[in-house]
């Protein structure tokens, strides 16, 4: 028996807590009120970030001047790496329960997801030619980082072309994302695993840091913007979605003006 799109949209009242902000409609106005928040927040953490690692944190004894782009690149990879992570849970959230949101959440973070792995293949580009003497080279940390961003530009071209039947989209994304998730550990391990000229991790949960703590509070800094500018874009691109997929939803949820 096939519901009413209408009806479809219309919020779930016996929803418990935060789970009934996984309706469309509820999700629609309290991610437009987050936006703006999560937007300055992230500025603000960012700003702070390049001042503190640009102009506060001392120069490396071995690299020099050039590590800087480190606090870009670091931030960046984590980033690429947790967003896939992200999109793979709410693929698989989904495929069990079949949630519209999930699936919906899973195609707004994938640009964002693509272009942190873009500027981390490209500032660690920038950062490889002084320090290895050139650009690229097959290291294994850096070919499964450039596998993930074709993993992440597959993702969206299927979504492209399967873009008039949505459940054929999300469905073949989702499976194509719990696939590629084999790949998030192998470059997380990589640098134990082979022997490549990456360097090591500087920060990992069973040591201290191998860093001053100025760099690292510059790190963490960028990292805090970085994760904020992905939940801003995120909520910004979803709310797209649900007015490109639930109209109605998203005129519901519009204060009278913004309707008109």
């Excluded at 001392?58 to 690299?63: G, L």
């Excluded at 994304?173 to 997380?188: M, Q, R």
């Excluded at 090591?200 to 760099?215: F, V, W, Y």
């Amino acid at each position: 028996m096939h519901k009413h799109p209408a009806l479809e949209s219309r919020p779930s009242p016996a929803a418990p807590g935060w789970l009934r902000y996984a309706s469309p409609a509820l999700f629609y106005p309290l991610a437009g009120r987050l936006i703006p928040w999560l937007a300055l927040a992230a500025a603000l953490l960012a700003g702070a970030g390049l001042y503190v690692g640009l102009a506060v944190a001392p120069v490396d004894s071995q690299q020099g001047e050039v590590y800087r782009i480190l606090f870009i690149h670091v931030a960046a990879a984590w980033m690429s790496m947790f967003l896939y992570l992200v999109m793979a849970l709410y693929a698989a959230l989904g495929l069990i329960f079949h949630t519209r949101l999930s699936f919906m959440m899973m195609r707004a973070l994938a640009p964002t997801g693509a272009l942190f792995t873009f500027l981390t293949l490209w500032t660690g580009a920038l950062w490889g030619k002084p320090t290895w003497g050139t650009w690229w080279v097959w290291d294994a940390r850096l070919t499964s980082e450039l596998i993930l961003l074709f993993l992440y530009l597959g993702f969206m071209a299927l979504q492209a072309a399967a873009d008039d039947d949505t459940e054929r989209a999300d469905r073949g994304g989702a499976i194509l994302l719990l696939a590629g998730v084999i790949n998030v550990p192998i470059i997380y391990f990589s640098v134990r695993w082979w022997n490549t000229l990456h360097q090591g991790a500087s920060i990992n949960l069973t040591a201290a840091p191998s860093m001053a703590n100025i760099m690292l509070a510059a790190m963490l800094l960028m990292v805090a913007a970085f994760w904020l500018y992905s939940a801003a874009a995120g909520l910004a691109r979803v709310r797209g979605i649900i007015a490109e997929r639930e109209p109605a939803a998203a005129r519901a949820a519009r204060p009278p003006r913004e309707a008109r």
